[in-house]
C-alpha cells in the first residue's frame, strides 16, 4: 500500500513539474513575439524622422502635420520602451499610441497626395516603399504575437492546469491591438 501511495504522489509531482514548465514555455513563447514587435517598432520609429525630412523641403507650410508625426513618433517610442508584455495597462498604452502613429502617418500618406512633385521625389518613393514593407512586417508580428498570447491563454485558463496557474501566480497575458482596428475591418473604398 505504502508503494501505491508513494507512486501516486511521484505522479503527482511529476505532473506539476511537467504543467509548470508548459505554462513557463508558453509565456516565454508570448513574451519572445512581443519581442519580434518591439523589433519591428524600432525600425518603424527609426525611419519617421527621415520620412519627414525628406517631405519638409516640398511642404514647408505643412508643418503642423509634419510636427504632429514626429510627436506621435516620440509618444509611440517612449510607450515602445516603457511596455511589459505582461501587463495588460502597457499593452493597451502601446496599442493606443501605434494608433494614433498611424492616424498622424496617414497625414503624411495626404501631403503626397497633395504635392506631386513630393510624390515623384526617388527619395520619398523608397522611403514609403520601405515604411509599407515595415508596416507589413508590424502586422504580421502583431498577428503572430496575438496568436501566442491566445495559446498562452488557452493553456493558463485550462482545467488542471489553471489550478497550477493559480498557485504560481501565472496571469493572462493581452493581446496588442491598435486604434486603427476598425478601420482595419472596414473594406477599402474605391472611387473611379
Avoid at 516603399?129 to 507589413?136: G, P
Avoid at 489553471?162 to 493581446?175: C, D, H, Q, W, Y
Amino acid at each position: 500500500m505504502e508503494w501505491v501511495l508513494l507512486g501516486i504522489v511521484g505522479l503527482l509531482i511529476l505532473y506539476v513539474i511537467i504543467e509548470y514548465n508548459k505554462l513557463v514555455r508558453h509565456r516565454n513563447i508570448f513574451q519572445n513575439a512581443f519581442k519580434q514587435i518591439d523589433v519591428t517598432l524600432k525600425q518603424r520609429h527609426d525611419m519617421i524622422p527621415q520620412l519627414v525630412s525628406t517631405v519638409k523641403g516640398y511642404a514647408k507650410h505643412e508643418q503642423e502635420t509634419l510636427n504632429g508625426v514626429i510627436e506621435a513618433r516620440n509618444q509611440a517610442e517612449k510607450m515602445r520602451d516603457q511596455t511589459d508584455s505582461g501587463d495588460a495597462k502597457s499593452m493597451l498604452a502601446l496599442g493606443q499610441a501605434e494608433g494614433v502613429l498611424g492616424k498622424a502617418m496617414g497625414g503624411i500618406f495626404a501631403l503626397s497626395e497633395a504635392y506631386p512633385d513630393l510624390k515623384a521625389d526617388g527619395a520619398f518613393r523608397d522611403l514609403m516603399e520601405q515604411l509599407t514593407s515595415i508596416e507589413n512586417k508590424v502586422a504580421a508580428s502583431r498577428r503572430g504575437y496575438n496568436n501566442t498570447v491566445l495559446e498562452y491563454n488557452n493553456v493558463l485558463e485550462t482545467f488542471p492546469t489553471n489550478i497550477l496557474a493559480n498557485m504560481f501566480s501565472f496571469t493572462r497575458a493581452s493581446e496588442l491591438e491598435f486604434d486603427d482596428r476598425e478601420a482595419i475591418q472596414d473594406a477599402p473604398k474605391v472611387e473611379f
